[in-house]
């Protein structure tokens, strides 16, 4: 049975993972002939969309946030 307890991350930590995502879609989608499935596009505008509405991080700032 997997662990039930929380994950947390920093933001530090988070971003990474975002920035690793885009990257890795940017290059695929870049080079694929046909255009992305429409659950793709759904989910890149759901990221787009959280991100906007993500409230700015302060400088130097490192709080875990619970996933």
Do not use: W
Request: include cysteine; hydrophobic fraction near 40%; charge should be negative.
């Amino acid at each position: 049975m997997p662990d039930q307890s929380p994950c947390t991350c920093s933001d530090v930590h988070t971003r990474a993972i975002c920035d690793e995502v885009g990257d890795r879609l940017r290059f695929l989608l870049d080079r694929s002939q046909t255009p992305p499935a429409p659950r793709i596009l759904a989910l890149l505008l759901q990221l787009q969309l959280s991100e906007l509405k993500a409230p700015a991080a302060e400088p130097g700032s490192d709080l875990a946030i619970a996933s």
